[in-house]
């Protein structure tokens, strides 16, 4: 069974960097496309809630970012080490969210859109103060 741990939350400075961790187990990493998504804080997790953040093919060629976040995040993966890595730069207030981790089949990443597979991860609360 897929596992998926997230870490590296915390409380930021607008402006500062956080960079988030999702380490997989429970299968074979190449065959999962990864997938960020946040929950503002008070949401209830639920489809539309659920704001897409960044993806990434299984062999990190090729990524996806939301709008909200495009040109300050950066998503990458380590296929030794069965982790994605979401960095996170000049961070707003509104960044602020609990962050989820999600595996899904390579087939999950579109051209332009990733649809996330039934696995997730507990999630990791990301604080941005003003």
């Known amino acids: 069974q897929v596992q998926l741990v997230e870490s590296g939350g915390g409380l930021v400075q607008a402006g500062g960097s956080l960079s988030l961790s999702c380490t997989f187990s429970g299968g074979t990493f190449t065959y999962y496309a990864v997938g960020w998504f946040r929950q503002a804080p008070g949401k209830e997790r639920a489809g539309k809630e659920r704001?897409?953040?960044?993806?990434?093919?299984?062999?990190?060629?090729?990524?996806l970012y939301g709008d909200a976040v495009r040109g300050r995040f950066n998503i990458s993966r380590d296929n030794v080490k069965n982790t994605v890595f979401l960095q996170m730069n000049s961070l707003k207030p509104e960044d602020s969210g609990v962050y989820y981790c999600?595996?899904?089949?390579?087939?999950?990443?579109?051209?332009?859109?990733?649809?996330?597979?039934?696995?997730w991860g507990q999630g990791t609360l990301v604080t941005v103060t003003s």
């Open positions: 704001e897409f953040v960044a993806a990434i093919t299984w062999s990190g060629r090729l990524t």
């Open positions: 999600n595996a899904g089949p390579r087939s999950s990443f579109g051209m332009s859109l990733y649809n996330p597979g039934p696995d």
